[in-house]
């Protein structure tokens, strides 16, 4: 099965796309990551998005169909793969729907995280993590059991990403409804659009995944 998830930065897209890559075998496919690993793989495509980047440019949307195109054809996305946050406009959703037709490839559900604004930058605000091992904390849902000390490796040293601020969550928030409330319509008129809880635990949005794609 292949789908799309789509959602604001911090809503739980990517624990629930791990979960469902170990469940199912269907593999996550971010562009970043895409990107990444093109540039230091050397190839004509991967020096070339290379340059633009250096060049403090956005990857234009062909470079990134293309990259989608080469990576889908790989064996390990023949049991489905889940494209994370992508699309993110109108014309990468087009863009997408023509090379998917061009390969016979069909994507089942285009799955909405739905979030109330207020409570993802609380969510996100309230994030911190052991500059460790990384095991991430929340300052009010799930602090280390002996305070300042990590649960997992006993670190004591924390560290919050500099972006994690109020002013810097509702900038992205905003943003990310601007661009992606037209791609809501275009998947709903095309009756692939489903919708879940974002805010829900998160146990309750694996269980309402599973409902869709087991």
Same mark, same amino acid.
């Given at each position: ?18 979960? &469902? ?16 690993? @093109? ?33 889908? %054809? ?17 014309? %990468? ?51 280390? &059991? ?63 995944? @599973?409902?869709?794609?087991?």
């Amino acid at each position: 099965m292949n789908i799309i998830l789509l959602g604001p930065p911090g809503c739980g897209k990517g624990t629930q796309a791990k979960r &469902l890559q170990d469940r199912h075998g269907m593999i996550q496919l971010s562009t970043g990551e895409m990107l990444r690993a @093109e540039v230091e793989s050397g190839s004509d495509l991967g020096n070339e998005a290379k340059e633009i980047i250096e060049a403090g440019k956005l990857v234009p949307d062909d470079i990134i169909i293309d990259l989608i195109a080469k990576r889908i %054809q790989e064996p390990d996305c023949q049991e489905g793969f889940i494209l994370d946050g992508f699309p993110r406009t109108v014309p %990468q959703a087009e863009a997408l729907e023509t090379l998917l037709k061009e390969q016979n490839i069909i994507v089942e559900s285009v799955i909405e995280f739905s979030v109330d604004d207020d409570a993802m930058v609380k969510r996100i605000v309230g994030r911190f993590a052991c500059t460790a091992c990384g095991r991430g904390y929340h300052e009010e849902y799930q602090r280390p &059991l002996i305070e300042g000390v990590c649960d997992q490796c006993g670190g004591k040293d924390f560290m919050r990403r500099a972006d994690d601020n109020e002013e810097t969550v509702r900038s992205r928030l905003a943003d990310y409804h601007r661009q992606t409330a037209p791609i809501i319509d275009f998947y709903r008129d095309r009756e692939m659009l489903v919708s879940v809880d974002g805010m829900a635990e998160i146990d309750q949005v694996t269980e309402k995944l @599973e409902t869709i794609v087991g």
